[in-house]
């Protein structure tokens, strides 16, 4: 910090945010962290670079939003602002970095790629009596290969809600990070958890930016807002594209797997379902999407967000799945047989 | 005139013509593929990053003599296959920024912090990335031995063994089996110690280098532990 004001380095906050160690890392395993508990490490942040001089100039995609976004955020005055996020606020002056013309491209890249980037997947979300059930496979590809079979594609924006991911795993890991800063900060600049629907926008118009670049993000957003007494029960589930959707519903599922999921869903999803009706309905439909696409596998992630925040239940593998119901096949052909001799 | 190459596939996933079919426009592309292959392993107190010595490009051999192993600090070794000019470059940023935050900070990076810096500066290449594979291996906060690895725009996880580059589809599944016991029915889930793991990196390698022409000359290990970095090279196939 010190030597960054002795130099005067033009720091824009979010170069500085990606300065921090990993203890900053979007808190996955304590989302207690999330909420005021968490002091930051002081003495372990790191300097920042300067924007056009440095050779080794690091550009980060995201502050493109902040000069083309016609939400304002991070705008407050670094005079004004409380120690904990001074270092975001450095510079009162957008934007931070100097994009080489044309960033992002508005059409498809003039380099092509040489490797495939991971696609393919199964996730569902539907919401019901007893709060929203999100679900995921674990398996994520890479044009044929196995990347690696035991991904986590849903993510915990933070206590209260949990998004599920598809498209390029890279892309959702860093939208849903900062999806979680923004939302931090609106906590605490106005006192109180941003609603399912504000984050649905919130991520919607900083995908905006980077419509018919080769970003790749479909959410689905479940969470519960209010407290106990939910102030809109209709309001806990919206599917986020990068493409530009944004769409409120009660049952989404989102990627490869995704038809074979609906047919399941559509055939079981009713608002009186109890809790374990619906996990183990969201299972089956994950199980089946997974038997019939190839880019989806290994095992099932479930979450359960209610007004007590979010729950996920272990991870289950789905091949011992299969030998039972190929065990209770065998059973019941057996019986057909000998009834029929 | 279309060039004969080795690559069965081309950019779409389709299989090449494997004759002249008639004229076709070549573009200067900034990416080449220069080959060879990473491992990494994490035992209870020890990480093993290894990788093979072979440059080469298309049927060219350009080195025998250039390991894919970098060592970051004390306690973290990095591997990047892929294109040997981005891993260069990748590698020197890498650097730099340890040194930036040794001074600032007034301590070593930990391998969990190098891990997330390197997500972001892939990250912050997203639209012309760097074609590098990376794994890392090292020591975490606690002592215990750590893999990270990497696809080429920046998403990462833990693993506990890991391999990446030409010849990863053919040595994953094997990790998997040998390590993590994956796909066998009544086997006891022994530990894996050192000289265990060495000899298995060592011996997949082998393996590599029969099945897979980027993968060969030697084979250069780095064994991570409390006390320091050791290298070893081992001579593998060279044809």
Known sequence: MALQDLC?????????????????RMAQEDTSMLFGKRTRDISSRGLSWSNSESPLHLYIPAAEYLSESPIQFGQINPNTAPYHITPLHQDSTLPFLSFPPGFPPSSSPSVPLPFPMSHGTTTLAFMFQGGVIAAADTRSSCNGLVACPASQKILPVHSHLVGTTSGTSADCALWKRILARELRLYQLRHGRRLSTAGAAKLLAHMLHPFKGTELCVAATLCGWDGGEVETCPLDRLYYVCSDGTRLQGALFSVGSGSPYAYSVLDGGVRWGLTVEEAISLAREAVYRATHRDAYSGNCVDVYHITSHGWTRRDREELREERLWRKVGQNLVLNLHLSCFL | MKIVSGHFYGDNGKMKEYHYTGPVEHR???????????????GEDFAIVASDTRLSEGYSIHSRDSPKCYKLTNTTVIGCSGFHGDCLTLTKIIDARLKMYKHSNNKSMTSGAIAAMLSTILYGRRFFPYYVYNIIGGLDEEGKGAVYSFDPVGSYQRDTYKAGGSASAMLQPLLDNQIGFKNMEGVQ???LNQEKAVQLVKDVFISAAERDVYTGDALRICIVTKEGIKEETVPLRKD
């Open chain 2, 189 to 191: 889930h022994l530990p």
């Open chain 1, 8 to 24: 005067g380095f033009k720091d824009s906050f979010l170069n500085s945010r990606w300065n921090f160690p990993a203890s900053h």
């Open chain 2, 28 to 42: 200067f592309s900034p990416y080449s593929f220069n080959g060879g292959t990473v491992l990494a392993v994490a």
